[in-house]
């Protein structure tokens, strides 16, 4: 016999049995619903035995329907945490879940996987997932983008704009970055080429020159002209031609920023920028942090807010949220037009404008611009602009608020709160046993490192900062005019001392620095005075306000 016709199977839907059932309940007899909605008697009979009205043909699934959406839940779950799982992965774990339950299935225990037509199946089932490329989460970022860090932010930018009078001034607020542009393709090209071929090459440098571009915008849409950072020493007239109106060209040792031309690209903003005061906002890399860059921008009435260090793919307008996202795209696009009227692909400073004055136009656009400020929640000022599941990958990482004030708190007490554990674990799902919410857990004789200049958001001043630096050239903290040198050891028995030189680190501010320093009595923690509004001639037992909220 041949297969039987397809396209004749369950021809209704799930009105039309709902109509079926219930003119049976009206004492209608089976025949005469049969030809008054077009349903099969057996199929009729079926349906009323179950009482469900939805279609449903083929074989039962593996999984129920209850289990397939723990399933899909726990996938959606792990993705969000940072830790997608791959077809492979869950084609293992259904297979260990039905062997360990004892479920009647069609696998390959020599593979020990699911087959792959019930992973197909699965997908067209479950709607909500799909096949996705992953990218790639440093996991210092994963950490530092969470509520806690962002919130400190927010607040002290909105305190920033209001102190200066510039939070409903659009045209005061601005946002740089620096973006490291190679001259060559930046993505693999999709080809044309023979059906079946196994080498599919395109000739192009492999280690092609870094170039590095200076963009800044305010809210409003308003572009300053960009900053051109080339490497080596010599800057020839040439490497100018054809760039934006406005742009300037330095000579960097690496193609990248450094202090001193930072000092410039200031000179260069404030020529373009409108009149003072203005909030320019920035990341924390190491050439925007020094004495000299603040001292400057003092002068011109530019007030610098540096953001939290491993934050800036969330809270940045000009990085990865708007106007360099499609950077690289629009780059490849013009590399390849430039490439079909100079057969010798040789791409050069001198004529680094022929490709790059088009993809600025192209990125640096008034809406793109506008967008990136507004999703970043920076004006208008919206301080929950981030969606709730951009923090999940810092929940493997979380500490307790106690912890986090605490920074001389032992590793031991680092424990991930309670919304890290495993919540199908708690409510006996099954596929708990297969699939374990991942979370990261510290080693617990880990030391203590020593946080970043920027780990919270800050407002860059001279009194971040020495009059010099330190021998490697990095910024350290201001000392404090009545900071004392002694190297006195703390006295355990008394709340009043001093740590040693080689420890000031200060359990209010988290900064190392020496100065006068008093213990507090009942949790054993070293404050700076300075921090806790205290002189020497205080000769009470000192409790800090963490134990006094306890």
């Known amino acids: ?191 044309l080429a023979r059906k079946g071929a196994k080498r599919v090459h395109l000739v192009a440098h492999e280690h092609a020159e870094n170039v590095s571009i200076v963009g800044c915008a305010n809210a409003l849409g308003q572009v300053i002209p960009p900053m051109i950072l080339f490497k080596g020493k010599r800057l020839k007239p040439t490497f100018e031609d054809g760039l934006p109106g406005g742009s300037v060209v330095h000579m960097t040792p690496k193609g990248s920023m450094i202090q001193e031309v930072f000092v410039k690209w200031l000179e260069h903003f404030a020529k373009y920028m409108s009149a003072p005061p203005v ?26 807010m540096c953001l939290p260090s491993n934050t800036t793919h969330e809270l940045q307008p000009m990085m990865d949220k ?66 709730e599941y951009a923090f999940a990958p810092s929940l493997a990482t979380l500490r307790n608020i106690e912890d986090e004030n605490n920074d001389n708190s032992s590793p031991e007490d680092d424990v991930p709160l309670a919304s890290l554990r495993d919540e199908t674990k708690k409510a006996n799902n099954s596929f708990s046993e297969v699939l374990v919410t991942p979370e990261v857990k510290i080693k617990p004789n880990a030391p203590i490192r020593k946080k970043a200049l920027n780990y919270k958001a800050l407002e860059v001043t001279k009194k971040l900062f020495k009059d010099t630096t330190n021998v490697q050239g990095q910024p350290q903290l201001a000392k404090k005019t009545h900071a004392k040198t002694s190297s006195a050891e703390p006295q355990p028995s008394s709340s009043k001392g001093r740590i040693n030189k080689e420890n000031w680190l200060c359990a209010g501010c988290h900064k190392n620095f020496v100065a006068d320093m008093r213990q507090c009595t ?29």
């Open 522 to 550: 009942e949790c054993k923690l070293w404050f700076h005075e300075e921090c806790v509004g205290l002189t020497e001639d205080d000769d009470e037992p000192f409790v800090c306000a963490f134990c006094e909220e306890k």
């Open 1 to 191: 016999m041949g297969k039987k016709n397809r396209g004749m199977r369950a021809n209704w839907d799930e009105e039309m049995m709902e109509e079926a059932l219930n003119l049976i309940k009206q004492g209608k007899s089976q025949r005469y619903v049969e030809n008054h909605c077009g349903i099969p008697r057996r199929t009729l009979r079926a349906h009323i035995k179950s009482g469900i009205s939805k279609r449903k043909l083929g074989r039962h699934p593996i999984l129920n329907s209850e289990l397939e959406s723990e399933l899909e839940a726990k996938i959606i779950r792990f993705a969000e945490r940072g830790f997608p799982l791959t077809p492979k992965t869950i084609r293992r774990c259904v297979f260990a879940f039905v062997d360990k339950k004892k479920i009647p299935n069609p696998f390959s225990a020599t593979h020990k996987l699911a087959g792959r037509e019930w992973y197909r199946a699965f997908l067209k089932r479950n709607t909500a997932i799909s096949l996705r490329r992953a990218q790639n989460m440093n996991p210092a970022r994963a950490q530092k983008l969470n509520k806690p860090i962002v919130q400190d932010y927010f607040n002290k930018l909105n305190n920033l704009l209001e102190r200066i009078g510039v939070k409903n001034k659009p045209e005061k607020i601005y946002n740089m970055d620096e973006k490291g542009c190679r001259l060559n393709l930046h993505h693999q090209q999709r080809v």
């Open 322 to 387: 708007a106007v360099f996202r499609s950077f690289e795209h629009h780059w490849d696009e013009e590399l390849l037009r430039y490439w079909e009227h100079h057969p010798t692909r040789t791409l050069n400073k001198e004529r680094f404008s022929d490709i790059f004055t088009p993809v600025w136009g192209k990125c640096m656009t008034i809406a793109n611009i506008t967008n990136g400020f507004r999703a970043t929640g920076i004006y208008p000022l919206n301080i929950d602009p981030i969606a």
């Open 279 to 304: 909030v320019l906002i920035f990341d924390g890399a190491s050439c925007h942090l020094d004495i000299s860059i603040a001292e400057r921008a003092e002068e011109l009435g530019i007030h610098l």
